[in-house]
């Protein structure tokens, strides 16, 4: 894999027409039979949405639009007129963005700085959010011969998937906003698969728009006043 691409093929076995990757993940995680669910997800999560150039962009739209509202809201603090005021960011991972969407208020004494949701970026994650989340589910149930290929294909180090792995069953299960937001899937979702049981419920594998929106619903815990609540 190159630097400008996402071109990955990890060679996983065919599975039978039968086969369900949902049946059973979503509480039972991975003591049952379906741990044999890998080609799927990687040749399409990997091949198609990390290499999906009109994903990104559709992102960086959604993002323009999620700022332009909040712009229209005004200040929070003073109800002053907000001008935008982005920053560089250059998330690792395929994309090549390098700003990020942000507002300050144009009241003098005020100037307080309002960065909207993003469906681009995790918080302040070095890697896009999309790859956070993707990989995140990908590695779930490999062996570490597998791992190690999916590391040295992605190029990403060894103790930042664990870093990952940590976060998602630890700080964002414990968080405010999984504790209200997983009473919206029925049947329940098992938090030891995460973020792979809930790729699975948003469907995501089967089009761009399915990860827009599981995107979209990860977009309230990436504002830095979120994101607080979601870092050591």
Known sequence: M?????VVSLDFPEQPDSWNPRRGLLCEGFFSPIYVLKNRLEENWCQCHLADQHLF?????VDADL????????CLLCGGTLHRSDY?????GGPQWDTRFSLCCARVG?????TPPSVRFLGRRVYAGLVVVLVSAMIHGLKPPRVQRLREVLGIDRRTLERWRQWWLGLFVGSSFWREARARFMP???PKTLPLSLCLSFAVEERRD?????????????????WKELVN
Do not use: S, V
């Open 57 to 61: 962009q559709l992102l960086e739209k």
């Open 110 to 114: 005020c100037r307080r700085r309002h």
């Open 2 to 6: 190159g630097d400008g691409g996402w």
């Open 188 to 190: 329940p979702l098992c």
């Open 67 to 74: 700022t332009e509202q909040k712009r229209q809201e005004g």
């Open 88 to 92: 560089d960011r250059k998330p690792r």
């Open 210 to 226: 399915r990860l827009l929106d599981l995107l979209r619903f990860l977009a309230p815990i990436t504002t830095p006043t979120a």
